[in-house]
């Protein structure tokens, strides 16, 4: 399985991004484009089932780290490797099972846990509607937004979301996965149990509005990644690259740097 990505950057240490549930390595961007401008390589990818990279049959975290670790080994180093919520889930596994590929470890805004949601998550509703819109009668951008507005209130979640809308020709198809996604998402929910430890440097970036990261993981996170510190960001939530861009990339570039500075 070959995965969608982009590079930006021509010299430096490398940096790989991984996005989150539903989302593209295009939401990573503008992050990445920042680091770029700071003397890095970044490559963002597209995950199975996302974007333009193969839906493959099944969706666990195993398959999901097992198509990065392919990718990574055609480098001739080892990455700093920076996950969001189920990429960060994706990053955390690889480090744990291929150390030698990972340099350094940013995980943004998720704990190496399973969220267990009590009847129908947020995840559950936004697949439930996505899967229940009529791509047919939809026209524009627009129509598609006001179709996912009857269940989903934010116009940034909608926003989001919608980017996984493209046009067919003269119709629209989605570019994930979603009945694949939806059947899987018990066990994007949960994660893997692992009798390993990532004994490199590891940065957990966490939003302070976010439910994601709390002080009760901070044990099952320093158990795995002993030498980890977690920094929590005041006042946003679950996106801290969008939310506070330009302090996520300061704390990136500079935890790359420590990590460079260390070897």
């Known amino acids: 399985?070959?995965?969608?990505?982009?590079?930006v950057g021509t010299t430096g240490p490398r940096v790989v991004m991984l996005h989150g549930l539903l989302?593209?390595?295009?939401?990573?961007?503008?992050?990445a484009q920042a680091l770029a401008e700071r003397g890095h390589v970044v490559t963002t990818?597209?995950?199975p089932a996302h974007g333009r990279s193969p839906?493959?049959?099944?969706?666990?975290?195993?398959?999901?780290?097992?198509?990065?670790?392919?990718?990574?080994?055609?480098?001739?180093?080892?990455?700093?490797?920076?996950?969001?919520?189920?990429?960060?889930?994706t990053a955390m596994l690889l480090a744990l099972r291929r150390p030698e590929l990972v340099r350094g470890l940013v995980v943004v805004d998720i704990a190496p846990v399973s969220y267990e949601a009590a009847g129908e998550s947020e995840h559950d509703r936004h697949l439930r509607t996505m899967r229940a819109m009529d791509l047919t009668a939809v026209r524009s951008r627009a129509d598609a937004d006001a179709l996912l507005a009857t269940e989903v209130h934010s116009d940034r979640v909608r926003g989001f979301l919608l980017q996984n809308?493209?046009?067919?020709?003269?119709?629209?198809?989605?570019?994930a996965d979603l009945d694949l996604l939806a059947r899987d998402l018990p066990g994007i929910a949960d994660f893997p149990d692992v009798d390993t430890t990532y004994d490199g440097p590891a940065l957990f970036l966490a939003g302070g509005d976010s439910g994601y990261v709390t002080d009760a993981h901070r044990d099952r996170i320093l158990e795995l990644f002993p030498q980890s510190r977690v920094v929590r960001f005041k006042g946003v939530g679950h996106w801290v690259h969008s939310e506070l861009p330009d302090l996520f990339v300061?704390?990136?570039?500079?935890f790359v740097q420590r990590v460079v500075g260390q070897e």
Do not use: C, I
């Open 250 to 254: 300061d704390a990136v570039a500079a």
């Open 1 to 7: 399985m070959t995965l969608f990505s982009r590079t």
């Open 165 to 175: 809308l493209a046009r067919d020709g003269e119709a629209w198809r989605w570019r």
């Open 45 to 47: 990818y597209d995950l």
């Open 23 to 31: 989302g593209q390595g295009r939401n990573l961007a503008t992050a």
């Open 55 to 89: 839906w493959p049959q099944r969706l666990t975290y195993d398959v999901l780290a097992g198509a990065v670790a392919a990718e990574l080994e055609a480098l001739d180093s080892p990455v700093v490797l920076l996950g969001h919520s189920m990429g960060g889930k």
